[in-house]
Every structure is written in C-alpha cells, then in structure tokens.
C-alpha cells in the first residue's frame, strides 16, 4: 500500500511566479492536510480538506495560499507571486477522518525554494 | 487544544531505553495524547496515542499517569535511527471530522554509539 505521495519534491521558483504542489493520500483515505515548516521552525498547521470541499482554511494566510481536492486526482496547494518568505518544507498528510483518530500519515514534503 | 511542555533535547546510549516526557497539566477529559516523530528533513511519523490507559506497539509504549497530566513515551531499545524530534500532542477526538494536529517545538532525541 503505498504511502502518502508529494511531488515535486523540490521546487525552485523565481519571485513573482506560482507553485503548484500536489499531493496524492493513501490508497482509501478521504481528508488531506497541508502543513508548512518554515527552516528552524516545527510544522504548522495551513488547510485540512476533504473531498471537493476545504473544512478547515485557518492556517492558510489570506492572500495568494489557495488549496483544492478534487473529485479525482490529487490535492493541490498553490501559491501566486511566491516571495522569498514563502520558502519552506509543505507537508501533506492524509487521514481516514472518521471515528475521530487523527493518525495523519505524512508524505515526504516538497521543498520549496524562493530565489 | 491543551498546552505540552516537553525538555527541548535529550540523550539516549544506544539500545537503552529512551524515555521521552510530556506535561500536559491543563489536559481536559475527553483529549487524546499523541506521539509523532520527524526524522532530520523527513515528514513527521505517526508513533502512538492514548486516552488514559498505558498503551504499546511495535514502535513505543505510552505511560499516561493517572490524573492525566503528564506522560511518558518509551522506546525500549533505542537505535542511531531512532534519532529525530519527537512531538508530543494532545487534541480532542470528536465524532465529527478529524482536526489538525498543532505541533510545538518537541524534544530532540539523540541516541548515542
């Protein structure tokens, strides 16, 4: 069964351009999270969404972050006119959501490098 | 979500027994408490959860002391790739949707040759 899937990995985008990262969940499970991990800094917290719907945005910040996860394909968190600020580690997890366990099975993150 | 406190970095001779704390004072009843860990530059890694039973797997065992306030994650027999951070998290469990995890600043485990 494989594991929660991110591509890329690393991504180096110029300032003023968009980055899109993707993120596949385990095979059978429905709620995706996005985290970002700033360098030096823990994991925090950014869009939990469940099929064709965001639950939560919280921890998104209110310009240029937007997320989706379609009906088919993968989740995708997207970035316009990226800043030197915005790079770090994004996470994706995913998990069952139901029954209230918050076991989330993270992916290996995409690497996201403003230059 | 209740508050941890965890020590900021900690040692462990190889194939000891690591003990990793958590003070969780202002836990309420009905809050889970969860282990991850997050190997250098890896995604965070899913060890064990409890309410207020002791529990085990194949990975750690959870120490939850009786009034709930603090706990304990042992990895018995500790290796050099057992190495990483370790976050310890107390959320609610709710029949509703899953929430998201909120992850502090952990404990920086480094086993020893």
């Known amino acids: 069964n494989a594991g929660v899937m991110q591509n890329p990995r690393h991504l180096v985008r110029r300032r003023g351009q968009e980055a899109r990262l993707r993120c596949s969940p385990m095979k059978g499970h429905s709620h995706v999270y996005w985290y970002r991990q700033l360098p030096e800094e823990g994991l925090k917290f950014m869009v939990y969404?469940?099929?064709?719907?965001?639950?939560?945005e919280s921890g998104m910040p209110k310009e240029r972050f937007s997320a989706e996860f379609p009906k088919e394909g993968p989740s995708i968190l997207r970035i316009q006119q990226v800043v030197r600020g915005d790079s770090a580690a994004y996470f994706c997890?995913?998990?069952?959501?139901?029954?209230?366990?918050?076991?989330?099975?993270f992916g290996p993150g995409t690497r996201l490098t403003v230059t | 979500d209740a508050k941890t406190t965890q020590p900021p970095s900690m040692d462990c001779a190889e194939g000891r027994a690591a003990n990793l704390p958590c003070n969780h004072s202002?836990?309420?009843?009905?809050?889970?408490v969860y282990w991850y860990r997050q190997i250098h530059s890896q995604g965070p890694q899913y060890i064990i959860h409890g309410l207020k039973n002791n529990e085990t797997n194949e990975m750690a065992s959870l120490i939850i002391t009786e009034d709930r306030k603090s706990s304990t994650l042992i990895l018995p027999h500790a290796t050099l790739r057992d190495t990483a951070v370790y976050y310890c998290?107390?959320?609610?469990?709710?029949?509703?949707?899953?929430?998201?995890?909120?992850f502090g600043s952990g404990t920086q485990l480094t086993v020893l040759p």
């Open positions: 997890a995913s998990g069952l959501g139901r029954g209230g366990f918050y076991e989330q099975y």
């Open positions: 202002t836990i309420s009843g009905n809050e889970y």
């Open positions: 998290i107390v959320s609610m469990r709710s029949s509703g949707s899953a929430r998201q995890l909120t």
């Open positions: 969404l469940q099929k064709e719907n965001i639950i939560d």
